[in-house]
Nanobody, 116 residues
Framework: QVQLVESGGGLVQAGGSLRLSCAAS????????MRWYRQAPGNQRELVAS????????NYADSVKGRFTVSRDNDKNTLYLQMNSLKPEDTAVYYC?????????WGQGTQVTVSS
């Protein structure tokens, strides 16, 4: 059974940085594409970044390019999202996702709040 646990969220001023982590259980992490999503109140959940199993293919939403960096440590079964130059519009609950339907898994989310 796969479990994903996000951490690292919090309150930060605009221009600040946060590093999110997503710790995964199970043996499928190293072979799975991992994704970060976010959902702000009243908005649909949106894809922020994705990273292939070997980290060779990485993609970002246009809104975070140049500010966010996704990475993974397959030895530690952990996904990361380094967020720099944060803006108030980055405020959301951030979720990690492993895999794709019908075998995909979500974490419980971590709140990121950016004050102006």
């Amino acid at each position: 059974q796969v479990q994903l646990v996000e951490s690292g969220g919090g309150l930060v001023q605009a221009g600040g940085s946060l590093r999110l982590s997503c710790a995964a259980s199970g043996s499928t992490f190293t072979s799975s594409t991992m994704r970060w999503y976010r959902q702000a109140p009243g908005n649909q959940r949106e894809l922020v970044a994705s990273i292939s199993p070997g980290s060779k293919t990485i993609n970002y939403a246009d809104s975070v390019k140049g500010r966010f960096t996704v990475s993974r440590d397959n030895d530690k079964n952990t996904l990361y999202l380094q967020m720099n130059s944060l803006k108030p519009e980055d405020t959301a609950v951030y979720y990690c996702r492993q895999g794709w339907p019908p075998r995909d898994y979500w974490g419980q989310g971590t709140q990121v709040t950016v004050s102006s």
